[in-house]
């Protein structure tokens, strides 16, 4: 509808001689008596056309040209806001596409023939799943679902890091705890993972091994052995929440020299070098990142040896663009906020479209019970995890409360609050809306003999209350909402908008009598509310939850 509106005054534009390239925007405005939706065209080309604005805005409303029975008034308000109302007939005709297209209603095809890849959780093999890690997976996983809903193909990846420093760590964790299990007395660093995951590794060791890696020079069996096991702690989390992963890229790849001798950490050196951006001082190697204006270099290569986290970053990002993506979509917690840049930067001097580069930085969360924190820290073994949360609230309000707020915004999860069986719970309110609208279609065919039926939509015309048309409009406002929240790289759009739908539909329950009307006017709000149903559906597929038939 809003795509109608707009074309329609591009059309009126050129009728009036105006040439521009500045883009066509449609609101809903903040009063209903201000009309169903506005557009500030004549204010934003008031300057560039060298006119008043109210009086451009006159100009263009003489050369509209709308389909008959689609507006039925257009008016100027304010300093040049051109406001349209809408005839019922048109709303109602428009909300029979949602019935029609069922399932499919708010699926496109603007990234048909497109790959885009979203990487998400990518969580060190070091422990199990904190609630931190389980929001930017929740997160990554309905970007995931929006882009597939914009018609592009999406593959969802996880960065395994089973390279570095920490993997090391868990190592040597796991091998103290192992020495410990064979009798021996060992002092374990406070630095090292102390949580009891780290002793059930160790026993699963002594198992399969008795007291024979005693004397392994190597930690090999250790890492390999400690891996396994978080690993599939990790991924046994993830599908409790319904996240998947289509492929695993293993950081140690970017380690290994190819057919060229060279490995893809060794290759993003030289290319760097190449172009000017390297330097060497201190005993280490540099991104020269004060010649982009910073105050300082970035290790790439410590002193050590070791590559820094930036290194195997940007080779990672350039094997996703020679395996053909067009969007790259990065989901980072807070902790990559400085690091990330730097990463875009290098691949954009290594010559590939680093705009198509999109990151979604989620914030901290802070878990609360009785209004109490629970503190968290892996390392420490007291960490708060994500498997604990999904036993006490249970899959669908632990991703929703993930993703209800911006993913800019530190997150605090009431942990009471999600357990509610009342309105406060956002998801309860939600489902309770679908649940209810289920009963309400259950009653009407046992009371009825209701069953829809694509012959009988055009009903919907008998509609024309404000709680009827109100809902009926943001029905449609789907397929807007989704472009929206996946530009944005932001779900918690589909979460309020979602709401809105709930609320609405409540307030036409409340206000609109239906198994009690007669029987075209009946039937006609059943409609509505199979639309209303259709929406919340669609909705919750894209948020990963449930849609209960009976609460």
């Given at each position: 509808?809003?795509?109608?509106?707009?074309?329609?005054?591009?059309?009126?534009?050129?009728?009036?001689?105006?040439?521009?390239?500045?883009?066509?925007?449609?609101?809903k405005?903040?009063?209903?008596?201000?009309?169903?939706?506005?557009?500030?065209?004549?204010?934003?080309?008031?300057?560039?056309?060298?006119?008043?604005?109210?009086?451009?805005?006159?100009?263009?409303?003489?050369h509209?040209?709308?389909?008959?029975?689609?507006?039925?008034?257009?008016?100027?308000?304010?300093?040049?806001?051109?406001?349209?109302?809408?005839?019922?007939?048109?709303?109602?005709?428009?909300?029979?596409?949602?019935?029609?297209?069922?399932?499919?209603?708010?699926?496109m095809?603007?990234?048909?023939?497109?790959?885009?890849?979203?990487?998400?959780?990518?969580?060190?093999?070091?422990?199990?799943?904190?609630?931190?890690?389980?929001?930017?997976?929740?997160?990554?996983?309905?970007?995931?679902?929006?882009?597939?809903?914009?018609?592009?193909?999406?593959?969802?990846?996880?960065?395994?890091?089973?390279?570095?420093?920490?993997?090391?760590?868990?190592?040597?964790?796991?091998?103290?705890?192992?020495?410990?299990?064979?009798?021996?007395?060992?002092?374990?660093?406070?630095?090292?993972?102390?949580?009891?995951?780290?002793?059930?590794?160790?026993?699963?060791?002594?198992?399969?091994?008795?007291?024979?890696?005693?004397?392994?020079?190597?930690l090999?069996?250790?890492?390999?052995t400690?891996?396994?096991?978080?690993?599939?702690?990790i991924?046994?989390?993830?599908?409790?929440?319904?996240?998947?992963?289509?492929?695993?890229?293993?950081?140690?790849?970017?380690?290994?020299?190819?057919e060229?001798?060279?490995?893809?950490?060794d290759?993003?050196?030289?290319?760097?070098?190449?172009?000017?951006?390297?330097?060497?001082?201190?005993?280490?190697?540099?991104?020269s990142?004060?010649?982009?204006?910073?105050?300082?270099?970035?290790?790439?290569?410590?002193?050590?040896?070791?590559?820094?986290?930036r290194?195997?970053?940007?080779?990672?990002?350039?094997?996703?663009?020679?395996?053909?993506?067009?969007?790259?979509?990065?989901?980072?917690?807070?902790?990559?906020?400085?690091?990330?840049?730097?990463?875009?930067?290098?691949?954009?001097?290594?010559?590939?479209?680093?705009?198509?580069?999109?990151?979604?930085?989620?914030?901290?969360?802070?878990?609360?019970?009785?209004?109490?924190?629970?503190?968290?820290?892996?390392?420490?073994?007291?960490?708060?995890?994500?498997?604990?949360?999904?036993?006490?609230?249970?899959?669908?309000?632990?991703?929703?409360?993930?993703?209800?707020?911006?993913?800019?915004?530190?997150?605090?999860?009431?942990?009471?609050?999600?357990?509610?069986?009342?309105?406060?719970?956002?998801?309860?309110?939600?489902?309770?809306?679908?649940?209810?609208?289920?009963?309400?279609?259950?009653?009407?065919?046992?009371?009825?003999?209701?069953?829809?039926?694509?012959?009988?939509?055009?009903?919907?015309?008998?509609?024309?209350?404000?709680?009827?048309?109100?809902?009926?409009?943001?029905?449609?406002?789907?397929?807007?909402v989704?472009?929206?929240?996946?530009?944005?790289?932001?779900?918690?759009?589909?979460?309020?908008?979602?709401?809105?739908?709930?609320?609405?539909?409540?307030?036409?329950?409340?206000?609109?009598?239906?198994?009690?009307?007669?029987?075209?006017?009946?039937?006609?709000?059943?409609?509505?509310?199979?639309?209303?149903?259709?929406?919340?559906?669609?909705?919750?597929?894209?948020?990963?939850?449930?849609?209960?038939?009976?609460?």
């Amino acid at each position: 509808m809003q795509e109608y509106l707009i074309d329609v005054i591009q059309k009126g534009l050129k009728a009036v001689g105006i040439e521009t390239s500045t883009p066509v925007t449609i609101e809903k405005p903040a009063r209903k008596e201000f009309g169903d939706f506005s557009t500030n065209i004549a204010l934003v080309l008031a300057g560039e056309c060298k006119t008043n604005p109210r009086k451009l805005a006159q100009e263009l409303i003489s050369h509209l040209s709308f389909r008959p029975g689609t507006v039925g008034k257009t008016e100027i308000a304010g300093p040049g806001f051109i406001n349209f109302h809408l005839t019922p007939s048109f709303i109602m005709q428009s909300l029979e596409q949602v019935i029609r297209e069922g399932e499919s209603f708010g699926r496109m095809c603007s990234g048909k023939g497109q790959k885009a890849i979203v990487e998400y959780v990518s969580a060190n093999p070091t422990g199990p799943l904190t609630i931190g890690r389980g929001r930017g997976g929740v997160l990554g996983d309905c970007i995931a679902n929006l882009y597939e809903a914009l018609g592009y193909d999406v593959t969802r990846e996880y960065y395994f890091n089973d390279a570095g420093r920490q993997m090391k760590i868990l190592a040597e964790s796991v091998r103290l705890r192992y020495l410990e299990r064979c009798g021996d007395t060992v002092e374990f660093p406070d630095t090292h993972y102390q949580g009891p995951y780290i002793r059930d590794i160790a026993e699963k060791l002594y198992e399969h091994h008795g007291d024979a890696l005693k004397e392994h020079e190597t930690l090999d069996e250790f890492k390999q052995t400690a891996e396994q096991f978080i690993f599939a702690s990790i991924k046994n989390t993830l599908h409790r929440l319904n996240i998947h992963h289509d492929s695993f890229f293993n950081e140690h790849k970017l380690y290994q020299p190819g057919e060229n001798g060279k490995s893809a950490n060794d290759e993003v050196i030289e290319a760097l070098k190449e172009k000017g951006f390297i330097s060497e001082y201190d005993g280490a190697v540099w991104f020269s990142t004060t010649k982009l204006g910073q105050e300082k270099d970035k290790v790439l290569i410590k002193s050590s040896g070791e590559p820094s986290y930036r290194l195997p970053d940007i080779a990672y990002h350039v094997t996703k663009f020679e395996r053909g993506f067009s969007d790259i979509v990065n989901v980072f917690g807070a902790d990559h906020i400085d690091e990330y840049p730097d990463v875009v930067e290098a691949v954009r001097i290594l010559g590939y479209e680093a705009e198509n580069i999109k990151v979604a930085i989620n914030q901290f969360v802070t878990t609360t019970v009785n209004g109490e924190t629970v503190k968290m820290s892996t390392r420490k073994g007291n960490a708060d995890l994500l498997d604990d949360l999904i036993d006490d609230v249970g899959a669908d309000a632990t991703r929703l409360f993930f993703i209800m707020r911006s993913k800019d915004s530190h997150l605090n999860f009431d942990v009471e609050l999600a357990k509610k069986q009342s309105r406060d719970n956002p998801v309860f309110y939600l489902q309770y809306a679908h649940a209810r609208i289920c009963s309400l279609l259950k009653m009407a065919e046992r009371e009825t003999d209701f069953i829809a039926s694509s012959a009988e939509t055009g009903l919907l015309q008998n509609l024309e209350s404000p709680h009827e048309l109100q809902l009926s409009l943001a029905l449609q406002e789907l397929p807007e909402v989704i472009q929206t929240a996946a530009r944005l790289l932001e779900p918690q759009k589909m979460v309020d908008y979602l709401h809105t739908i709930a609320e609405l539909f409540h307030r036409f329950y409340q206000e609109c009598p239906i198994l009690k009307s007669d029987e075209e006017l009946r039937k006609a709000r059943l409609y509505l509310a199979l639309a209303t149903r259709q929406v919340l559906q669609n909705g919750f597929r894209i948020l990963g939850i449930t849609a209960p038939e009976a609460m």
